[in-house]
């Protein structure tokens, strides 16, 4: 399924594994992504790019992920953006706590490039944009 034509924001305050997804993303042919390297950066660039899909740490400067995610999935005008919250907290503690904030997704780090491509299908099913 393609869906190069997504509007990604990669937010991590890891700019080399921000950059390492940003260029795994751009090998396999995503052209329209944005980088976030704390909280209230990634809510500024969500509210005024309003990207489909948000790649999401959850420990980062300022605001965590989880409150990044809980202020978007809070906010009618960005209903259809979706979250994978990525973190190294541990899987189950990832588990029990991000679905509580609204995260579609979340996956443990470091996070596999093709696991993050099966949720993004899971995601958006039938999405050819």
Same mark, same amino acid.
């Given at each position: 399924?393609?869906? =190069? #034509?997504l /509007?990604?924001?990669?937010?991590?305050d890891?700019?080399?594994? &921000?950059? %390492?997804?940003?260029r795994?993303?751009e090998?396999r042919?995503?052209?329209d992504?944005?980088? &976030?390297? !704390?909280?209230?950066?990634? @809510?500024?660039? =969500?509210?005024e790019l309003?990207?489909? @899909? %948000?790649?999401?740490?959850?420990?980062?400067?300022?605001?965590n992920?989880?409150?990044?995610?809980?202020?978007? /999935?809070? !906010?009618?005008?960005?209903?259809g =953006?979706?979250?994978?919250?990525l #973190?190294?907290?541990g899987?189950? @503690?990832?588990e029990l =706590?991000?679905?509580?904030?609204?995260a579609? &997704?979340? @996956?443990? /780090?470091? &996070?596999?490039f093709?696991?993050?491509?099966?949720?993004?299908?899971?995601l958006f099913p039938?999405?050819?944009?």
């Amino acid at each position: 399924m393609n869906h =190069t #034509t997504l /509007k990604i924001l990669i937010a991590d305050d890891d700019r080399e594994l &921000a950059e %390492i997804l940003k260029r795994q993303f751009e090998s396999r042919g995503y052209r329209d992504l944005v980088m &976030a390297s !704390n909280g209230e950066e990634a @809510l500024v660039k =969500t509210m005024e790019l309003r990207p489909d @899909l %948000i790649l999401l740490d959850v420990m980062m400067p300022i605001l965590n992920g989880w409150e990044v995610c809980k202020q978007i /999935k809070s !906010n009618p005008e960005l209903e259809g =953006t979706r979250i994978i919250m990525l #973190t190294g907290i541990g899987p189950s @503690l990832n588990e029990l =706590t991000s679905p509580l904030y609204g995260a579609d &997704a979340y @996956l443990d /780090k470091p &996070a596999e490039f093709p696991v993050i491509e099966r949720e993004i299908d899971r995601l958006f099913p039938g999405d050819r944009r």
